[in-house]
């Protein structure tokens, strides 16, 4: 293990806002002999935590705020105190028309501000559109004409610097430790500084760079990721009509050395990805063409399983149609911008004289969306396939893949993710 860090400029950190990022990333401060103070809007959030709790699943999350708390190195609270380092982990969701929200991270600035005496380091975490740093940092030094960015006019200095999250849900508290991470500064020092704090308990490499390269270089790996699944689901689109299996298509185009095509589903779902890439296109509308149509292709992809169910479906009078998962991805339980509960939602609004047989193994109630429609029901996996003329797998759950495939037949399957190839 190399050297921990532990510099002056750690003493206290405010991590604002204890959701899926920031509590984890409190804690593993914490569990690093960093004094660490959490700060959430909600009641609920702030008392977990100050009972050693933990809000949300995330494995091994609930060991680090237990032990951080009962060592007295975390503790949570509404009010932002003074702090050496600040770190900023609120949303950062998208209004009408795909502009980036900062109104959290605004509010977050704001409750800031009067707390500064000069010398903190302030930290943008949330994922940002370029230049979201640079707005933090004139919000700042426009209600406090007496600090100033660089010493200049000798008036104190405050840091600002940009250090995205990479973590995968699921796998946080791993990943925080062994991602590489990148550190955009507004200045170099404050690059330096926020290095410093994440040596703490970072053990992969630290890549220092500007504030809006930072911003873009987390915008441009959830891209990437898109665009390439965007081209997976137009490829799917092309070989239905050319009548061939889009799955062995790419596993065969794959064997080449240099291509890395990802996997084609019923459209791409989670606050990050089918968010992220929204910010480039809304900040440069014009030149984000790849990036906007991605967005689309993997948007559209959704109607093009509708219209299978459809065709499917218009040859019984009464249907019944299974559709199996509900998630955003394989083996979770989080339903966010899921395209799979969203297909489900429309089959029961589209098919009102069908039965719709909703599973989820990983949840035990039918989720809001779709509480209320008579003709929708949770089932197990095994009661809705043997009761379905159709079924329809938008999600590859582990219990999905290991099925008894005697219960398809004669059933009609649309397996959006080739699990039952
Ligand atoms: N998906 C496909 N085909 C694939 C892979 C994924 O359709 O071949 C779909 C999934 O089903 C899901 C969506 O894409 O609906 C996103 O899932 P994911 O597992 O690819 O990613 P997320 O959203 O859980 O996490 C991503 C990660 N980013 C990258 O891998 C570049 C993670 O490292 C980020 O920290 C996270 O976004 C974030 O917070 O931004």
Redesign the pocket.
Known sequence: MKPRGHHVNTKTVAVIGLGYIGLPTAAILASNGVRVIGVDVSDRHVDAVNRGEVPFVEPDLATHVAGGVSQGMLSAQKDTPHANTYIVAVPTPFKDGYAADLSYIDAATDAIIPQLRGGELIILES?SPPGATQHLADRVLAARPDLSLDGSGERPVVHFAHCP?????GRVMIELVTNDRIIGGLTVEAAERARDLYEVFCDAELHLTDATTAEMAKLT??S??DVN?AF?NELSVIADKLGIDVFELIELSNKHPRVNI????PG???H??AV?PWFIVSAVPDEARLIRTAREVNDHKPEVVLAKVKERADRFKEPVIAALGLA??PDIDDLRES?ALGITKQLAERHPDAHILAVEPNIDELPGVLVGQAHVSLESTEDAIKRADIVVLLVDHREFKHLDRSLLAEKAVIDTRGVWR
């Open positions: 994922t999250e990479r973590v995968l849900p790996e959830n990437f990721r699944i997976a990802l996997q084609p589903g791409v779902g989670g990050c990805i992220d955003f991805k395209p």
